[in-house]
DNA sequence: GTGGTCTAGACCACA
DNA sequence: GTGGTCTAGACCACG
């Protein structure tokens, strides 16, 4: 039987969480991050941990780091759109890989999805 | 800002997986589980853990403990449909979740869904 | 006046010594690297940083680590070419920028560099 | 292994730099340097660092210092002639050492070096 | 033993 | 102030 746990590292966390974010537009295109330092308070971890976070950030191009001034969501629409669609993707694959699991047909998925929100609406 | 990590305790992992295997067919009504102490071999933690695990299954009409012969699978076929059903709500339930958190209507989802599948089939 | 200095950091240092060392074929594909703690001492760095390195060269695709056995070379021929040629553009790029800077024209850098050559062969 | 950084001293980085401004005429033969307080506050550096460095370029007989007047550039146009040879010969020397590290052949060099022009060229 | 993560705290470069 | 690097030392997960 396969190992339990496995939770991501916090800084993979934390980067989820700020994609979400900007994917929610409560962080807008070429607005400033927080600072590592505040951002490691409010969040009551380590600098380093979060500049890892926003190391990994600048990596995926989803930000841009300027010394001296702070980090900031990139201004590249067309990436944050990137961003949106890669969340959708991933939060989709899940789903499928767990209703497939319990033995779900596609066909079912859909359907089931479709009366869960009928129901929802009534 | 919330805390990170929370991962499920383990006993819930255990039992989420058994569900699973259930739901699956994978362990069919009346069918015997694991004693205790296998069962805690097979999943490297400790037997009270799996005890824990039953005993929820245990509350929730799923398993049937029989003193001195072990761990049952109910026969109960309206159960066991309940179970695969209140799964799959859940699953759905938490997929409508994120995909609202991201801003997306309930409309994308289905299309969201479809297309994916249409894809992954090419 | 431009500022002086501007040193690499040490794990980029490290990473680009590895790199030649790989291009040079010291280190071939699929050997294995000398484990973090091993390569710190050695180097007389902390092992965080080169922990920093590896996982740099990691993303590059130019290594790979395995939890539990070490960190390797690629086996992937195609990109070890590729970094040989990246390596020889950087450097051919960087001599151009300095004979650039000090008034040469590209013909005399090809017709200079012959030169050198020709008289190192007397 | 050797160890890491080995910045020059800034004494010396400044001296590179003042050469490479006589070596592209930007500072031409006798004309005055500035003032070693000048050239300091302009530099960010220490008066210190800025005599020691025009003593450097006097002990190489590149400039020459005159009491009460100034620093100023010698008016041996051989001297120039032969700082811009001595400065082309080490980037040259420096070029093929790093090829020859990275195992080319003196003739990959010279290939490398016209294809690279070649390329920026398009 | 291996690599991977995290913390605490320091120092640097830039503006 | 900002971000970026480095050290020291701890603990975890994997094999």
Redesign the pocket.
């Known amino acids: 039987m396969e ?1 339990f ?2 939770t991501k ?3 993979m966390q934390l980067a989820d969480r700020i994609n979400h974010k900007i994917v929610r537009n409560e962080l807008r295109a070429g607005e400033k ?1 927080k ?4 951002m490691a308070v409010e969040s009551g ?5 979060v ?2 976070t ?2 990994e950030l ?1 990596r995926m191009d989803i930000v841009e ?1 300027r ?5 900031f969501v990139t201004e590249d629409k067309g990436k944050l759109q990137q961003l949106r669609d890669d969340l959708k993707n991933e939060h989709i694959s899940n789903f499928i890989n767990q209703m497939t699991e319990m033995g779900f047909s596609k066909n079912e998925m859909v359907k089931g999805l479709q009366n869960y929100i009928q129901k929802e609406g009534e």
């Open positions: 190992d746990q496995a590292p916090i800084y991050l600072s590592v330092r505040d971890v380590n600098p380093n941990t500049q890892r926003y190391s600048e780091s010394r001296g001034q702070g980090t």
